[in-house]
């Protein structure tokens, strides 16, 4: 007796869905906004990078780490929500927790931030991510270029920028944010993990 399934039929709901990406309109209300402004003032920002080698010609932004304590508990409890209610409905990944920080990011014209093509799944602690989730803070009238896009299916598709919006997708995507050419664009960025893909 063969040790692999032949019947395929119960994978077929999610088989579409691999290369595609979910959002949800007005994840974060105005409200919500609001508090993660007054949060975040005065906190310091530095220059983005995931290898403590800064290539600003790859990547160009300011970021800082949103902790997970009492004060921003809310935040992580919305997106992990809506972390979940996107996988649900399209992946079935096997997730169960958030063992990185919410990263928040600026994308400023006067250095065109931009985040070249990349990947959310890598080695260490990246390799058990299985979901990427980017909540567009900035209103799209407030910058130019800035676009979140992702490579998938030999086609490139950009994301809605409407402000609130919570995109989630698999963090195997090919992805990227255009350089800002005007105004500033600020996002979130969290990732949810679970076992090795298998």
Not at 73 to 83: E, F, I, P, R
Request: glycine share 8%; hydrophobic share 35%; charged share 25%.
């Amino acid at each position: 007796m063969s040790q692999f399934d032949t019947d395929q039929t119960k994978f077929i709901k999610y088989s579409n869905n691999l290369n595609n990406f979910y959002y949800f309109r007005g994840g974060l209300t105005s409200d919500d906004i609001a508090k993660l402004d007054a949060q975040l003032e005065g906190v310091a920002l530095h220059e983005g990078n995931t290898s403590g080698v800064v290539n600003k010609s790859y990547r160009d932004s300011r970021i800082t780490w949103l902790p997970k304590n009492d004060d921003w508990m809310w935040l992580y409890n919305k997106v992990g929500m809506y972390a979940k209610r996107a996988n649900d409905a399209m992946w079935d990944f096997d997730i169960s927790f958030m063992n990185e920080q919410i990263q928040y990011t600026e994308y400023d014209e006067s250095y065109q931030g931009k985040y070249d093509w990349h990947l959310d799944f890598g080695s260490g602690a990246s390799s058990l991510r299985k979901l990427s989730v980017v909540i567009q803070i900035s209103d799209p009238a407030d910058y130019e270029g800035g676009d979140l896009q992702f490579y998938t299916s030999k086609s490139i598709s950009t994301v809605c920028k409407d402000k609130g919006t919570v995109i989630c997708f698999p963090s195997y995507f090919l992805h990227r944010v255009t350089p800002v050419t005007k105004g500033k664009r600020r996002s979130l960025v969290l990732w949810v993990s679970g076992r090795p893909f298998k």
